[in-house]
């Protein structure tokens, strides 16, 4: 069975910084890519970093581009989203999900609140 | 950066009466086109992928048609059950990006 559990999550100042994980299972991790998506309280989804089956290739949104930084660690199975500069509007529950062989996101996490304010 | 766009924002059901949801895309996308389904409190979960795939495990009731930048997700017999917020997705470029989504409701 597929599992992504993210954690990391937590109140963090504005300036601050935090990283999430997300813990994968069920599957050949070093075979597929993986995305942070995340949901301001009230609102929709946001896709906002992506990285490649190997790592080597990143993508990322542009509200978050240069502050924020996805990477994977295969022998950990795990992936990461570092997070630095947070701002209140980063606010949202991250979720991390499995880009399926069609690239769809076919398994998500539970997802893992952050909230910023001082 | 694709923009997608959703309609109508929120839908009244009635059991048994179809219920179609409209997605637009700003640029052709080639079938590169994914519904989710999202009830309160819970995490996204992948419908449809390819345009008109169903996931694995989704019932037939739910259905997805279109192609190049007009695209409709149908329930063919809505069940209380169904009853969540929709987003459309596409995934040909980067950024990936969602659709505001159709809160859709009994």
């Known amino acids: 069975e597929v599992q992504l559990v993210e954690s990391g999550g937590g109140l963090v100042q504005p300036g601050g910084s935090l990283r999430l994980s997300c813990a994968a299972s069920?599957?050949?991790?070093?075979?597929?890519?993986m995305n942070w998506v995340r949901q301001a309280p009230g609102e929709g989804l946001e896709w906002i970093a992506g990285?490649?089956?190997?790592?080597?290739?990143?993508q990322y949104a542009d509200s978050v581009k240069g502050r924020f930084t996805v990477s994977r660690d295969h022998s950990k199975i795990a992936l990461y989203l570092h997070m630095n500069n947070l701002r209140a509007d980063d606010t949202a529950v991250y979720y991390c999900a499995r880009g399926g062989s069609s690239w769809a996101l076919d398994f998500w996490g539970q997802g893992d609140l952050v909230t910023v304010s001082s | 950066e694709i923009v997608m766009t959703q309609a109508p924002a929120t839908l009244s059901l009635s059991p048994g009466v179809r219920a179609s949801l409209s997605c637009r895309a700003s640029q052709r996308l080639t079938g590169n086109l994914a519904w989710y389904q999202q009830r309160p409190g819970q995490a996204p979960r992948l419908l449809i992928y390819?345009?008109?795939i169903r996931a694995t495990g989704i019932p037939a009731r739910f259905s997805g048609s279109g192609s190049g930048t007009e695209f409709t997700l149908t329930i063919s017999s809505p069940q209380p059950d169904d009853s969540a917020v929709y987003f459309c997705q596409q995934y040909v470029s980067w950024p990936r990006t969602f659709g505001q989504g159709t809160k859709v409701e009994f």
């Open positions: 990285i490649s089956s190997g790592g080597d290739t990143v």
């Open positions: 390819g345009a008109t």
């Open positions: 069920g599957f050949t991790f070093s075979d597929y890519e």
